[in-house]
């Protein structure tokens, strides 16, 4: 005779799913001014370059060397603002087999992150040098830019966030750590622009990318991130 699963047990999985897409929609909310700024940053030159390639138009004798030359460089800001909005598509849907270098996407996170940090009171210190091995792209953004915000959004300023790297070999093991700074020249405090993020957001959102977090001494966060695609031996 067939048994029939429990109630809890059959409700246990929609719940968690259910958390890590809450979590998900809290952390794109909080990343929204940051992507915003992101993808500005390429559009706005475009309307400087032409305004000033018209006034050179209208000159009685234009000169057509400057004016292809800022042609060239509208052309490049728009590719520019073109890659963007792919790359902001990629964190609304993210593809589930894209990868990335350790290195590549600490860049990019920390890249995103850095401007809005630094009003805050928090500097972001690099100092992974992980080897080549890849990881999933979604799970290094998702996690990585959940842990910054959990962490600045819960410990006071000034301080600097310290992003360090261990090897292993199911994976990568990145270690967050804060440490109290008296550099308080950029300092503003500006309240978060959506809610906090809690440990247990942290948790959803590592849980659904198959990323293990653990709480470190001194305020600190591990992330163990599986590799996709393993360094050469």
Excluded at 8 to 22: F, I, N, Y
Excluded at 105 to 126: D, I, M, P
Excluded at 134 to 148: E, F, K
Aim: proline share 8%; glycine share 4%.
């Amino acid at each position: 005779m067939l048994s029939t699963p429990s109630p809890r047990v059959a409700s246990a999985q929609p719940a968690a799913d259910h958390r890590a897409e809450a979590a998900r929609y809290a952390l794109l909310r909080r990343l929204a001014p940051s992507i915003r700024h992101h993808l500005v940053v390429n559009l706005q030159p475009i309307g400087m370059i032409y305004e000033v390639t018209e006034r050179r138009l209208r000159a009685a004798e234009p000169d057509l060397a400057s004016v292809h030359e800022n042609m060239q460089r509208i052309n490049g800001f728009t590719k520019a603002a073109l890659g963007a909005c792919s790359d902001v598509v990629s964190w609304l849907a993210p593809s589930e087999e894209a990868c990335v270098t350790v290195n590549e996407g600490v860049q990019e996170c920390f890249g995103l992150l850095a401007t809005s940090l630094s009003f805050r009171g928090y500097a972001l210190r690099n100092q992974v040098d992980a080897p080549t091995g890849q990881v999933r792209l979604p799970a290094i953004r998702c996690v990585l830019t959940a842990a910054l915000l959990h962490v600045t959004d819960h410990l006071p300023p000034p301080a600097d966030l310290v992003l360090t790297a261990v090897k292993r070999p199911q994976g990568v093991d990145l270690l967050l750590r804060l440490q109290a700074s008296d550099d308080k020249s950029h300092c503003f405090s500006p309240e978060p622009a959506y809610r906090v993020l809690g440990w247990e957001d942290l948790e959803a959102v590592a849980r659904a990318e198959a990323v293990e977090v653990a709480r470190e001494e001194g305020a600190g966060v591990r992330m163990s991130i599986p590799w996709a695609v393993p360094p050469a031996a």
